[in-house]
C-alpha cells in the first residue's frame, strides 16, 4: 500500500434526563468484562497520576473508572488520565466548517513502556487487546476497531516526533453513529496522552492537523475531520468553532440565554458508513448573525441543509422522518448529521418544547415499529485535557 504523504505542521445548567436520553456518566463494566492483566507490559517507572484519580471521591465516576480499569487490565497504575469531547458539525459550506464540541466523548489511561511497543484496550470491547510494534504500525496494520485510536502514533511518529512505546486504556461514552463522533473523539484523546508524554511542546492546531492526517490515512473516521479535530482540540465552552483552513475564529452560541436547546436524536440505525459530502450552506452569514446574538438562526439554516441533502438522496428516510416529526412538532429547525454507520439528526427546539419535540419523535418511530430513539441536549463544550 503506497504511503501516505503527512501534511506539513505548523510547528448549561444541566438538565434532567429524558427517560429515553444517554446518560452522562459512563457504566461501569461487569466485572468479568475487565480485560485480563497484560503477562509483560514493561512498563517504565513514572509516577502514576490514575491510580491517585481513581480514588478520588469528588471526581465524576467515568474519570475514576478509566484509570481503575487500567490498573486491572494492567496490573499497575496509569501515568495520567485525559477526556476528549465529542463533537457535531452543525453546517458546512465546501471546506470551512462550524463544529463544536459535546460533553459525551472519550476517556484515555496511558502510561510509557520500554518496548517500542503501543498496546490499546478499550472498555467497550473487554475481550480484545490489539499490541504492535510502533516500527509496524501504518494504514492498515491493525484491527478495525483500533484503527481511530492508533492512527494518531502513526501520525505523531510520520512527522518525526520522538514517540515510545505506551500502553493505552480508553473508554468510550458513546458508539460510533450516535452522533459525536466517537472515533475523532478517541483519536484526539489519544492524540493529546501522546504530546502530554512525548511532544509537550507540539501545539494543539498542529496536533489536530496530524490527528486528522492519522483518521484519514488509516479510514477510520469517514473523511471531512478538520473541523471536528479541531473543535475538540480547542473548543471553547459556550462557543462554535469556525474553521476555514488557515483562518479559524470562535462563534458565541448562548443557548440558555437564547431558551433554545440542540436536540441529537440518535435513530439506533446502523448501516453502511458514509462518507460526508461537499455542503453548500450560508454558513458566514450564520456566524454573523450569532455573533450578533440571534441563535435562532440556525434553526432555518439546519433545514434548508437537510431539504439539499434529501433532495440529493443524501439523507436516510430515517434521518428525515425525524426532521419531520420534530418539525410538525414545533422545532425551529433539523438536519441529517454525518456520523459513520449511524443516521442521527440534530435539532434546534425551544426549551419547553424539548420534552413534547421528543415524545413526538418517540411515536413516530413507534407508529412505524421502529427502535426508540436515543436523546442527547447538547452544549457547546470545553476541549480535551488532562484531567
Not at 512498563?43 to 481503575?68: F, H, I, K, W, Y
Not at 480499569?69 to 476528549?84: L, M, P, Q
Not at 492526517?213 to 477510520?220: C, E, I, T
Not at 458514509?274 to 450578533?292: C, D, I, Q, S, Y
Amino acid at each position: 500500500m503506497p504511503e501516505t504523504p503527512h501534511p506539513a505542521v505548523t510547528p448549561h445548567r444541566a438538565e434532567t434526563p429524558h427517560p429515553a436520553e444517554a446518560p452522562h456518566p459512563a457504566e461501569a463494566p461487569h466485572p468479568a468484562e475487565t480485560p485480563r492483566p497484560a503477562e509483560n507490559p514493561r512498563r517504565t517507572e513514572t509516577p502514576r497520576r490514575g491510580d491517585a484519580l481513581a480514588g478520588r471521591l469528588d471526581l465524576a465516576p467515568e474519570v475514576r473508572l478509566v484509570p481503575a480499569a487500567f490498573h486491572e487490565a494492567y496490573g499497575y497504575g496509569a501515568t495520567g488520565v485525559w477526556r476528549a469531547p465529542g463533537s457535531v458539525t452543525l453546517l458546512s459550506d465546501g471546506e470551512a466548517s462550524l463544529s463544536m464540541a459535546a460533553r459525551w466523548g472519550t476517556i484515555v489511561a496511558a502510561h510509557p513502556r520500554d518496548d517500542g511497543a503501543v498496546e490499546l484496550a478499550l472498555m467497550n470491547r473487554p475481550a480484545e487487546r490489539e499490541r504492535i510494534d510502533l516500527a509496524a504500525l501504518r494504514p492498515g496494520s491493525t484491527e478495525p476497531w483500533a484503527a481511530a485510536a492508533l492512527s494518531p502514533a502513526w501520525a505523531l511518529r510520520e512527522a518525526g516526533f520522538p514517540l515510545g512505546g505506551t500502553t493505552l486504556l480508553a473508554g468510550v461514552d458513546l458508539p460510533e453513529g450516535t452522533g459525536l463522533a466517537a472515533p475523532t473523539s478517541t483519536a484526539c484523546g489519544v492524540a493529546l496522552a501522546l504530546r502530554d508524554l512525548y511532544a509537550p511542546e507540539l501545539p494543539l492546531d498542529a496536533l489536530a492537523t496530524l490527528v486528522e492526517h492519522g483518521l484519514r490515512a488509516f479510514d477510520a473516521a469517514g473523511g471531512r475531520q478538520a473541523g471536528r479535530c479541531r473543535a475538540t482540540l480547542l473548543a471553547r465552552p459556550g462557543a462554535l468553532f469556525l474553521d476555514e483552513g488557515p483562518d479559524a475564529a470562535f462563534v458565541p452560541l448562548d443557548l440558555e440565554t437564547a431558551g433554545l436547546r440542540l436536540l441529537v436524536a440518535d435513530t439506533r440505525v446502523r448501516d453502511r458508513p458514509l462518507t460526508p459530502a461537499a455542503e453548500r450552506t450560508r454558513l458566514r452569514e450564520v456566524a454573523l448573525r450569532l455573533r450578533a446574538g440571534d441563535a435562532a438562526v440556525l434553526g432555518a439554516e439546519l433545514t434548508a441543509a437537510h431539504n439539499r441533502l434529501a433532495d440529493a438522496g443524501l439523507a436516510s428516510r430515517e434521518q428525515s422522518a425525524v426532521v419531520a416529526a420534530a418539525l410538525d412538532a414545533g422545532a425551529l429547525g433539523g438536519r441529517m448529521i454525518w456520523d459513520g454507520p449511524g443516521r442521527p439528526a440534530l435539532l434546534l427546539v425551544r426549551a419547553d418544547d424539548l420534552a413534547p419535540i421528543r415524545t413526538a419523535i418517540t411515536k413516530a418511530r413507534a407508529s412505524g415499529r421502529l427502535p426508540t430513539p436515543r436523546f442527547l441536549t447538547v452544549t457547546p463544550y470545553g476541549p480535551a485535557a488532562q484531567n
